[in-house]
């Protein structure tokens, strides 16, 4: 079982940057693909980013395209969403997931516990 801690998250000003970290535990971390999502109260959990597992293959949302990026270093079993000119509205609990998959597309089945983004008008 993988284990996966996210980090970076906090209070920002609308228009401000945050860039969050997720490590795996799994030494095979280079092989699988990994993904960012998010989570406001009351709304469903959303895709907002994925990556191959070897940085070929991307994914962003439409809703953010443009302002973020993921990224990873294998070496370090870390995925990062840089998050520019953020939005009041993406306030959530950002999570990263794991998917037992080299590709970004299919199901995440694993997820850190989640790292606060609070964006404030």
């Known amino acids: 079982q993988v284990q996966l801690v996210e980090s970076g998250g906090g209070l920002v000003q609308a228009g401000g940057s945050l860039r969050l970290s997720c490590v795996a535990s799994?030494?095979?971390?280079?092989?699988?693909?990994m993904g960012w999502f998010r989570q406001s109260p009351g709304k469903e959990r959303e895709f907002v980013a994925a990556i191959s597992a070897e940085s070929d293959s991307t994914y962003v949302a439409a809703s953010v395209k443009e302002r973020f990026t993921i990224s990873r270093d294998n070496a370090k079993a870390t995925v990062y969403l840089q998050m520019n000119r953020l939005k009041p509205e993406e306030t959530a609990v950002y999570y990263c997931?794991?998917?037992?998959?080299?590709?970004?597309?299919?199901?995440?089945?694993?997820w850190g516990q989640g790292t606060q983004v609070t964006v404030s008008a």
């Open positions: 997931g794991y998917r037992n998959g080299s590709t970004w597309r299919g199901l995440y089945a694993c």
């Open positions: 799994r030494r095979t971390f280079s092989s699988n693909a």
